[in-house]
């Protein structure tokens, strides 16, 4: 089972990069936004306490988001290998992620972090803002979001780094650039 965690500041692509990643190598997506979404929409237990942390704008303990991807792991113990996007996003969830993966007899086996200047990531965000009509992508926000990145998720690089599974790319050019990129990584690991 291939794991791999795509990581970087706001912008930076992994949303577009992950689903290159799953077209290609047939992981299965996993971005803990998007499960509890779904899972208050549907109106389940796991819903209905996720959304009375996230009405609030508060996150959910830790305890809890691992619970639901140790569960989802055991739901697809045949897949190909998991993607994780937008998670973890702290050194407690890193070393947790690490520990529950054990208990499933498997592991991370890549990192990628995409690299890219501040001033591109803004650049990026408020077009998308604009096009996209998204309330989150003004400045001030922003700008508060790199903040809570670099002071929270980016010692997540040392982390991996530590054990040998961070692959740093440049996530500036094309699309199809960076992907190549990011495939010279993967395929080693196939």
Do not use: C, W
């Not at 208050?40 to 959910?60: Q, R």
């Not at 650049?123 to 508060?144: A, F, H, M, P, V």
Request: charged letters at 30%; hydrophobic letters at 35%; proline letters at 2%.
């Amino acid at each position: 089972m291939i794991n791999v965690v795509i990581f970087g500041a706001p912008g930076s692509g992994k949303g577009t990069q992950s689903q290159l990643l799953i077209k290609k190598y047939g992981l299965t997506h996993v971005s803990t936004g998007d499960i509890l979404r779904a899972e208050i929409k549907a109106g389940t237990e796991l819903g209905k306490l996720a959304d009375s942390y996230m009405s609030k704008g508060h996150l959910l303990p830790d305890e809890v988001v691992i619970e639901i991807l140790d569960e989802l792991i055991r739901r697809h113990s045949d897949a190909k290998g998991f993607i994780f996007d937008g998670f973890p996003r702290t050194l407690a969830q890193g070393a947790e992620l690490d520990k529950m993966l054990s208990g499933n007899d498997t592991q991370i086996s890549l990192v990628i972090s995409l690299e890219v200047s501040d001033a591109e990531l803004i650049d990026r965000l408020l077009k998308r803002g604009q096009i996209s009509g998204r309330s989150d992508d003004n400045r001030e926000t922003i700008e508060s979001r790199l903040k809570v990145y670099y002071s929270q998720t980016s010692p997540l690089k040392e982390f991996y780094a530590k054990q040998g599974k961070l692959k740093i790319i440049e996530g500036v050019g094309t699309v199809e650039d960076i992907f190549k990129s990011i495939e010279k990584e993967l395929d080693k690991e196939f």
